[in-house]
């Protein structure tokens, strides 16, 4: 067994700046692997691994949990890093008892399971941010990025701790996992500094964000933030972005979030993938939050944020669905007036237990069902894009070329959503939020000119 802080060829000697990781790795082969694997990131992200305790600004101590001999002995690795150092980051297969860990040390860092690079790194990031030398950095300090440079992706959590019959992410990803807050909001304001003008957060269930840590706090310039989603949101709504929200349950703490969309801090925009109306196709599905009064919901948020726009999606034809249940939904869809709705129609996934229901739905049901449910929600967003003629509405341009640009409102997430059309327009730029009076719209997308001072 290993048990000796590592050196890592290479590592060069402390410049007075440079964060210093310290590691104790302790365990088998494998957890030796992980412990150099993780080194290894850090290293490529320009932290030097320090050969002592008291030179390292953090340490890392790989447990080994094989035996109730390895834990004794994981647990005196902590304790002594602690004694020594003070800083401590626990990892490897003792991080599945965190409680266990966190009973006998209380003042880890932070305790995370055998192969979550991912979080182990995290959590060094959280301790020591890593320092940007733009000279020999091969990658910016807001990381690589497959979306164009105004919008981004901020995944906060993985995983999910549901259990839709249809779904197999659970068995795929695990349960629910949420990034620290503060690393979150430190990815946040990267991006934002480097240009990003609209965030889009997302996860497997947004709005179940922190339950899994307990909603921990964190310091974050001075202050404490819990890891919590209303909090995340007005967090992030100090980052002069805009910021959309993908993903959201509509479970009750989620109205917390309204009077954010009202006051104008984030975009109020939802985007609830509600996936059917009927309590019993809703029961079958073991959906999330099935039970709340989604419309009596919807109302409440509407008449506090009147311009809130809802995003969905449904699924027809999903086995045991009824004539009558279909019908549910389409009076539901009446009822809720939902902007933007996406359907699919139901198709089993090797694994889901809802391939063991009775009662699948034929194919050819499933098509018709499917063509009148979108019949229907079509004319409802078109009455609705309708609504928006002769309003003025912020418009982030995506595209311009010599016929003018295109963007989109604050109704309209990327890539799913419609675009506001501004023919003629080509004095702007991509990444530019411009004002726009709406003057025309179709069943999907809205056209308008920038609206300039007399
Ligand atoms: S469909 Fe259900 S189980 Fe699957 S990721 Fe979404 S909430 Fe989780």
Redesign the pocket.
């Known amino acids: 067994m290993t048990s000796t802080p590592l050196s890592i060829p290479g590592s060069k000697t402390s410049a007075a700046t440079t964060p210093k990781v310290g590691i104790v790795s302790l365990g088998c082969p494998k957890a030796l692997v992980d412990s150099e694997r993780i080194l290894t990131r850090l290293r490529a992200e320009g932290y030097e691994i320090s050969p002592s305790y008291d030179g390292a600004d953090v340490v890392l101590v790989n447990t080994c949990g094989f035996l109730d001999s390895a834990k004794k002995e994981s647990l005196e690795a902590i304790g002594e890093a602690i004694k020594e150092n003070g800083r401590v980051i626990v990892t490897g297969c003792m991080g599945v008892e965190s409680d266990m860990i966190r009973e006998v040390h209380p003042d880890v860092l932070a305790v995370t399971g055998p192969h979550q690079y991912e979080q182990v790194v995290n959590a060094v990031h959280d301790a020591v941010p890593p320092v940007h030398d733009p000279f020999t950095d091969l990658v910016p300090p807001e990381g690589l990025r497959l979306t164009p440079r105004h919008y981004a992706y901020l995944k906060i959590s993985e995983g ?5 019959s ?5 068995s795929l990803r695990g349960d629910l996992v949420s990034r620290p807050v503060a690393s979150v909001l430190r990815e946040a304001e990267k991006l934002a500094t480097a240009g990003v003008k609209e965030l889009l957060v997302i996860s ?2 947004t709005s179940a964000y922190g339950i899994d840590r307990k909603y921990a706090e964190e310091d974050w310039y001075g202050r404490k933030v819990k890891a919590r989603f209303l909090d995340l949101c007005q967090e992030l709504a100090n980052f002069d972005v805009w910021v959309r929200l993908h ?1 959201v ?1 509509p479970y009750p703490h989620v109205d917390e979030v309204i009077p954010l969309m009202a006051e104008g801090r984030i975009l109020p925009y939802l985007d609830i ?1 509600f ?1 059917h109306a009927s309590p019993t196709v809703l029961k079958a599905m ?3 939050a099935a039970q709340e009064k989604q419309l009596d919901r919807i109302k409440k948020w509407r008449a506090e944020c009147p311009h809130l726009v809802l995003r969905s999606t449904f699924i027809t034809g999903f086995p045991g669905e009824t004539e009558e249940d279909f019908q549910f939904m389409l009076d539901w869809l009446q009822e809720a007036q939902l902007d933007r709705v996406g359907c699919f129609k139901y198709e089993p996934v090797e694994g889901a237990a809802a391939n063991a229901l009775p009662n699948a739905v034929p194919e050819e049901v499933k098509q018709e069902r499917w063509e009148r449910f979108m019949e229907t929600q079509k004319a409802i967003s078109a009455e609705r894009l309708k609504q928006k003629i002769g309003y003025t509405l912020g418009v982030i341009i995506d595209e311009v070329d010599e016929e003018g640009a295109i963007g989109r409102s604050y109704a309209d997430a990327p890539e799913i959503d419609g675009n506001v059309f501004l023919n003629g327009e080509t004095n702007v730029k991509p990444g530019d939020i411009v004002d726009v009076t709406i003057e025309h719209a179709d069943d999907y997308d809205l056209w308008g000119s920038i609206e300039r001072p007399e």
């Open positions: 999910c701790n549901n259990r839709c249809f779904c197999i992410i659970p497997q269930d993903y349950y993938p996936q073991r959906r999330p």
